[in-house]
T-cell receptor, first 113, second 116 residues
Framework: AQSVTQLGSHVSVSEGALVLLRCNYSSSVPPYLFWYVQYPNQGLQLLLKYTSAATLVKGINGFEAEFKKSETSFHLTKPSAHMSDAAEYFCAVSNPAGTALIFGKGTTLSVSS | NAGVMQNPRHLVRRRGQEARLRCSPMKGHSHVYWYRQLPEEGLKFMVYLQKENIIDESGMPKERFSAEFPKEGPSILRIQQVVRGDSAAYFC??????????????FGPGTRLTVL
């Protein structure tokens, strides 16, 4: 069965520092993987997606993620954090039938000045 | 192109009442998904619908919950006889679902249900 584990429910960084949010997945088939961001009291916005093309995926707002099959990981990074990046981030994997996304529990990113 | 629309954004019900949550997918999208987000939890899949068909309801509670996506009009998630444990944010997503789909879903702003 598909599953997603996000390591660290809270991550705090200083403005300008590297952002690293960890995601490990379990999948019985080649996965489709996603990162979403959720701002307070809003819906989810897609940051980026992996669909078996390039293993390094670039998304919006300067975020990128690298698919590593050997490590079953899809960590999200950003070289330099901005205050506006403070939000909750969710990693998700598509189920084999493609009928649902399976989400991790989320990581709250705090950015301090 | 308007995004996924959900209404109401906030809904308060007393125990035992019914809750109806509406979702209008993005223009051109014919596939709708409902998710529930409990406090401190990620989103949990509930149901996947196409027009007039329920495709996957593996995440729906067996009782009190139902969903529909009629030929005309929005998708409706209905919760009968609500209990306090139903308090959560309910998100709708839609997708175009073409043959090459990898299930990219576009989310609405959610309906926050509070049961008193």
């Amino acid at each position: 069965a598909q599953s997603v584990t996000q390591l660290g429910s809270h991550v705090s960084v200083s403005e300008g520092a590297l952002v690293l949010l960890r995601c490990n997945y379990s999948s019985s088939v080649p996965p489709y993987l996603f990162w979403y961001v959720q701002y307070p009291n809003q819906g989810l916005q897609l940051l980026l997606k992996y669909t078996s093309a390039a293993t390094l995926v670039k998304g919006i707002n300067g975020f990128e993620a690298e698919f590593k099959k050997s490590e079953t990981s899809f960590h999200l990074t950003k070289p330099s954090a901005h205050m506006s990046d403070a939000a909750e981030y969710f990693c998700a994997v598509s189920n084999p039938a493609g009928t649902a996304l399976i989400f991790g529990k989320g990581t709250t990113l705090s950015v301090s000045s | 192109n308007a995004g996924v629309m959900q209404n109401p954004r906030h809904l308060v019900r007393r125990r035992g009442q019914e809750a109806r949550l509406r979702c209008s997918p993005m223009k051109g999208h014919s596939h709708v998904y409902w998710y529930r987000q409990l406090p401190e939890e990620g989103l949990k899949f509930m149901v996947y619908l196409q027009k007039e068909n329920i495709i996957d309801e593996s995440g729906m509670p067996k009782e009190r919950f139902s969903a529909e996506f009629p030929k005309e009009g929005p998708s409706i998630l209905r919760i009968q006889q609500v209990v306090r444990g139903d308090s959560a944010a309910y998100f709708c997503a839609s997708s175009p679902r073409d043959d090459s789909s990898y299930n990219e879903q576009f989310f609405g702003p959610g309906t926050r249900l509070t049961v008193l």
